[in-house]
């Protein structure tokens, strides 16, 4: 699976405006988010759609297909965010 391209960030562009409204990420190049000098939230894309891989302690995958899996997603990256 492989990074997201231009292209298919386009195509989520009302959820990176959601996520670039979040306070305390950095996004040092499109689709890429740093928190506290660290990796936090980066796109994938394969036949299967778009992914987000959001860092807890560990790297946590969502599918971003449906408008619940990207509801889902929000919340968690809130929940992420919400942690020290």
Request: hydrophobic letters at 50%; charged letters at 25%; glycine letters at 8%.
């Amino acid at each position: 699976m492989k990074h997201a391209t231009a292209p298919a960030l386009a195509t989520i562009g009302p959820l990176l405006a959601e996520i670039r409204r979040r306070p305390g990420m950095v996004e040092r190049k499109v689709g890429v988010f740093y928190r506290r000098g660290r990796a936090f939230l980066h796109f994938h894309e394969d036949a299967a759609g778009m992914f987000a891989d959001l860092c807890f302690k560990d790297w946590v995958r969502f599918g971003l297909a449906t408008a619940a899996e990207r509801d889902g997603f929000l919340t968690a990256l809130d929940a992420a965010l919400a942690t020290p």
